[in-house]
Nanobody
Framework: QVQLVESRGGLVQAGGSLRLSCTAS????????MGWYRQAPGKRRELVAG???????NYADSVKGRFTISRDNAKNTVYLQMNTLKPEDTAVYYC?????????????WGQGTQVTVSS
C-alpha cells in the first residue's frame, strides 16, 4: 500500500501562483510514476502533469508553460508549481502514484485539495 498526503490548496487571484506538494509513504520503493490530476465540477478527472522516477515529465496542453512538476525522491515528494493561474484552473487537485510490483500495477490517490482561482 502507498499513502499520499497532499498539501492544502487555496484561493488565489488570476495571474497568481500556488505550489502543491504530495508526500508518499508506505511501499514507496514500488512507485514508478507520480502526478497530479484535477476535476472541475461537472467534468471528468483529467491529467495535469506526471513525472517518472527517472524524471521524465508530461503535461496537459492547457498547463504547458505555466505549471511545472518536480519530484524529490529522497523526500518521496512530488510538487506542482502553478504559475499564471486562470479561473479555468479551478478544480479539486488529486495526487496520483502508480506502483509496479512484478507484473502488477497499482494506482493510488490522495484525498484531493481544492484550488480556486478568482477572476
Amino acid at each position: 500500500q502507498v499513502q499520499l498526503v497532499e498539501s492544502r490548496g487555496g484561493l488565489v487571484q488570476a495571474g497568481g501562483s500556488l505550489r502543491l506538494s504530495c508526500t508518499a509513504s508506505g511501499r514507496i520503493f514500488s512507485i514508478e510514476t507520480m502526478g497530479w490530476y484535477r476535476q472541475a465540477p461537472g467534468k471528468r478527472r483529467e491529467l495535469v502533469a506526471g513525472i517518472t522516477s527517472g524524471g521524465s515529465t508530461n503535461y496537459a496542453d492547457s498547463v504547458k508553460g505555466r505549471f511545472t512538476i518536480s519530484r524529490d525522491n529522497a523526500k518521496n515528494t512530488v510538487y506542482l508549481q502553478m504559475n499564471t493561474l486562470k479561473p479555468e484552473d479551478t478544480a479539486v487537485y488529486y495526487c496520483h502514484a502508480q506502483s509496479i510490483e512484478g507484473r502488477y500495477q497499482y494506482d493510488y490517490w490522495g484525498q484531493g485539495t481544492q484550488v480556486t482561482v478568482s477572476s
